[in-house]
């Protein structure tokens, strides 16, 4: 397989795309023994890549892990705000992880790690159609608006699938989506008379946050991962 040599330091878990790109420039990755000076050069399974002199060798499993993402944490590698990111309470032995889609700022609950690009790429994909469940706090229940979102409904012009809502009490809904567009939920409930005070996810596909603590990782078993795998 021939892939770009920044992709492969990434998928090797060494550093993120940019961060690989950046190892590039400063010159500390080598291909059969010379430098590396274009993040558009290819490897092939032949190839011996090094980094620092250390040579690096594509990971041969996949690896998913669930994760309880606090409040006040950006789902990114490095925020220009100097917010704090969700790498900051990550373990060293986690940081070169990727995230599985994004939550906002504001949203806690369980968030996907891997250090499978591709696999993450495929997990966000809309047409993959997998649900995540999230738990909705709002100042009112509309439930002649909330019809609306149940429905499917068009706000700024973008189109939202249809989402599954049910009523948990006067102020909590139970919120399924399938698609993964940006700040959905809330954008959708606020446009039905439903604005959002707190989100929480409890589930992506048949991963559960469950008794997860806040902050806490936990590796999710392979048959999980395979049981995915075959729906995407």
Do not use: W
């Not at 789902?75 to 990111?85: A, I, V």
């Not at 019809?147 to 706000?155: E, F, L, P, Q």
């Not at 596909?205 to 902050?215: A, E, M, W």
């Amino acid at each position: 397989m021939t892939v770009r040599i920044a992709k492969f330091l990434s998928d090797s878990g060494i550093a993120s795309r940019r961060g690989a790109e950046d190892l590039i420039s400063h010159g500390r990755v080598t291909l059969n023994g010379n430098v590396v000076t274009s993040p558009v050069t290819f490897v092939t399974d032949s190839d011996v890549v090094a980094v620092d002199g250390k040579i690096i060798n594509r990971r041969a499993t996949t690896e998913l892990y669930a994760f309880h993402k606090p409040i006040n944490t950006m789902t990114t590698t490095h925020d220009p705000m100097g917010r704090r990111t969700i790498y900051d309470c990550l373990p060293t032995e986690y940081q070169n992880l990727r995230y599985v889609g994004r939550l906002d700022f504001k949203t806690t609950g369980l968030l996907l790690l891997t250090n499978d690009g591709e696999l993450a790429r495929r997990l966000t994909l809309p047409s993959s159609h997998i649900a995540r469940e999230y738990i909705a706090t709002v100042n009112k229940i509309d439930d002649i608006g909330l019809n609306r979102a149940r429905t499917g409904i068009t706000v700024d012009g973008i189109s939202y699938r249809p989402m599954d809502i049910d009523i948990i009490d006067d102020k909590t809904l139970r919120v399924r989506v399938t698609e993964g567009k940006k700040n959905e939920v809330r954008i959708v409930l606020r446009a039905c008379g439903c604005p959002v005070t707190k989100l929480h996810r409890v589930s992506f596909g048949p991963i559960k946050l469950g008794n997860l603590s806040v902050g806490k990782i936990r590796k999710i078993e392979q048959k999980t991962i395979d049981a995915m795998l075959k729906t995407l």
